[in-house]
């Protein structure tokens, strides 16, 4: 089945930045694995309360979502989703299609949508900016099966509350070519040996928030760097992740962003080692010209969990409270993760996958959602309750403009 992959490319956003740095001026704890509660003790975002109960659908629904998750038959009329939807509601949805987190962070500004399907690096920014509201998940009758790994996250609440519905999820793996790496690598340190025997054939994830990625490594394998959240490193642990991108540069003959990259990478044998989906290691075994192997490494990943968040300003709450409840149902959660190529939140869309999908995207594994730190915003006032020592998300995108040169 074709899969349609989202634009992950972030770029530096530094108003919306700024705005999470102020509001998160004060001291915080958090972060961690996918295992990690909510953390407490986090600064309180704007005061909103929660609806009570679901009205009726107000006739319109407008949306920014990941390309692929809001489908209407207009892509492939095969895949829709999005007609039934209308039809059980009256509910007409209008999709945005945001390419970056940073997109719709800036499109949630403007008031005009009801609702976004957020990943992680963009969640924080959009509740403290108080561009979405806490959901009452008591309305969202299909919430109490979703994967109890995803609930009320660092990520998608804040103090307690809950500011979403999560909708699926996944790892940034390590993946080889199995005929050209050999030993078969288990831990990142295979893209970050300056002596390398792949060097120039390592493909890398083109993102700020990849730094995360290095800041686990050595997490695991610099103890007295005192690193407990890759994504709440102040001056010391920031740069020593910088100074070790910057050694892996050379090896790199490629950052991808758009996944068709990374696909065609590996096709041509260009690359033969690098962080991926492994939505990108199907694809590339589909091919059958290499064949691909993934794994999370030893010292765990980072990856992805995304979110359905009410708009504070919505115009058309009903109708995002009935679509929050429809996209997380089994059958359409079902579908838009095998077009999408995720894990699906929903448990009991596992019961009616295609033969093997659960297995192969680790749906239903705690133990191997627990290996996952999942992108969160990187603050002033560090995720994991040190303080004001840490440096921000506009740190992060400068430092990945000077290592990728």
């Not at 809950?162 to 993946?175: F, M, R």
């Not at 758009?258 to 991926?276: A, I, K, M, N, P």
Request: charged fraction near 15%; proline fraction near 5%.
């Amino acid at each position: 089945m074709q899969r349609i992959s989202r634009l992950l490319t972030i770029t530096a956003a530094s108003a919306a930045v700024a705005l999470l740095a102020a509001a998160c001026g004060s001291s915080s704890t958090g972060g961690g694995s996918g295992a990690s509660s909510s953390p407490t003790g986090r600064p309180a975002p704007p005061a909103m309360t929660a609806a009570t109960s679901v009205g009726t659908g107000e006739g319109q629904l407008n949306l920014i979502a990941w390309a692929g998750y809001a489908e209407n038959g207009s892509t492939d009329p095969k895949v829709d989703w999005v007609t039934p939807f209308t039809e059980a509601t009256g509910c007409k949805v209008n999709v945005k299609i945001g390419n970056t987190s940073d997109e719709m962070v800036t499109l949630m500004k403007t008031g005009q949508y009801d609702g976004v399907s957020a990943s992680g690096d963009a969640s924080l920014r959009l509740i403290y900016g108080g561009d979405v509201a806490p959901v009452n998940t008591d309305l969202v009758p299909n919430y109490a099966t979703i994967s109890e790994f995803l609930k009320m996250k660092a990520w998608n609440s804040v103090n307690g509350v809950s500011y979403g519905i999560p909708h699926g999820w996944g790892a940034n793996v390590l993946a080889y070519n199995t005929a050209a790496v050999n030993p078969a690598p288990t831990s990142m340190g295979a893209l970050f040996d300056a002596n390398s025997p792949y060097k120039g054939k390592i493909s890398i994830y083109d993102s700020p928030t990849y730094i995360a990625d290095a800041a686990l490594y050595l997490m695991r394998t610099k103890p007295d760097l005192k690193i407990t959240n890759p994504y709440a490193l102040d001056d010391t642990q920031f740069q020593a992740a910088v100074d070790l991108l910057k050694v892996q540069r050379p090896l790199v003959s490629s950052y991808w962003a758009d996944y068709t990259h990374q696909v065609s990478s590996f096709d041509s044998q260009e690359s033969v080692l690098g962080t991926s989906w492994q939505v990108n290691a199907n694809l590339v075994n589909a091919d059958g010209k290499v064949k691909v192997n993934s794994l999370v490494p030893s010292e765990g990943a980072t990856g992805w969990s995304d979110t359905w968040m009410l708009a504070s300003k919505a115009a058309h709450p009903n109708c995002m409270y009935k679509w929050m409840d429809w996209i997380t149902s089994p059958k359409v959660n079902d579908q838009v993760a095998e077009w999408f190529g995720e894990a699906p939140a929903q448990t009991k869309a596992c019961d009616i996958a295609t033969a093997g999908f659960c297995d192969q995207f680790h749906a239903l594994d705690a133990a191997y959602a627990d290996s996952i730190y999942y992108w969160t915003t990187p603050t002033a006032n560090c995720l994991d309750g040190r303080g004001d020592i840490c440096k921000d998300y506009a740190a992060w995108v400068q430092a990945w403009t000077e290592i990728k040169g």
